[in-house]
Nanobody
Framework: QVQLVESGGGLVQPGGSLRLSCAAS????????VGWYRQAPGKQREMVAA???????DYANSVKGRFTIIRDNAKNTVYLQMNSLEPADTAVYSC??????????????WGQGTKVTASS
C-alpha cells in the first residue's frame, strides 16, 4: 500500500509564494509520473502540473512561468513551487501518483489535498 501526503498549503497574499509537498510512503514501489491538480469551489478539477519519471514536465497555461514542479527521487517527494500567486489560484490542491507496486502492476493514488488561499 502506498500513501501520499500533501503539505504546505495556507493563506498567502496575492503576489506571494508557497511550496507544496507530496510525499509518498510505503514499501516496494517506484513512482512513475506525478501530477498536481486543483479544484476551486464550484469548478471542475484541473491539472496544474505534471512530471514524468524521466523529468519531463507539463503545465496548465494559467500557471506557466509561475509554478514549477520538482521531484526528489531520493525522498519520494514531489514539490510544487508556486510564485506570483493570484486569487484565481485559490483551490484545494491534490497530488496524484502513478506508481508501480511490487507485483509489477501500475496503480494510481491520490493524496488528501491541501488548501491554498491567495487573498488580501
Amino acid at each position: 500500500q502506498v500513501q501520499l501526503v500533501e503539505s504546505g498549503g495556507g493563506l498567502v497574499q496575492p503576489g506571494g509564494s508557497l511550496r507544496l509537498s507530496c510525499a509518498a510512503s510505503g514499501s516496494g514501489f517506484s513512482i512513475n509520473s506525478v501530477g498536481w491538480y486543483r479544484q476551486a469551489p464550484g469548478k471542475q478539477r484541473e491539472m496544474v502540473a505534471a512530471i514524468t519519471s524521466g523529468g519531463s514536465t507539463d503545465y496548465a497555461n494559467s500557471v506557466k512561468g509561475r509554478f514549477t514542479i520538482i521531484r526528489d527521487n531520493a525522498k519520494n517527494t514531489v514539490y510544487l513551487q508556486m510564485n506570483s500567486l493570484e486569487p484565481a489560484d485559490t483551490a484545494v490542491y491534490s497530488c496524484n501518483a502513478n506508481v508501480r507496486v511490487s507485483s509489477g502492476v501500475d496503480r494510481s493514488y491520490w493524496g488528501q489535498g491541501t488548501k491554498v488561499t491567495a487573498s488580501s
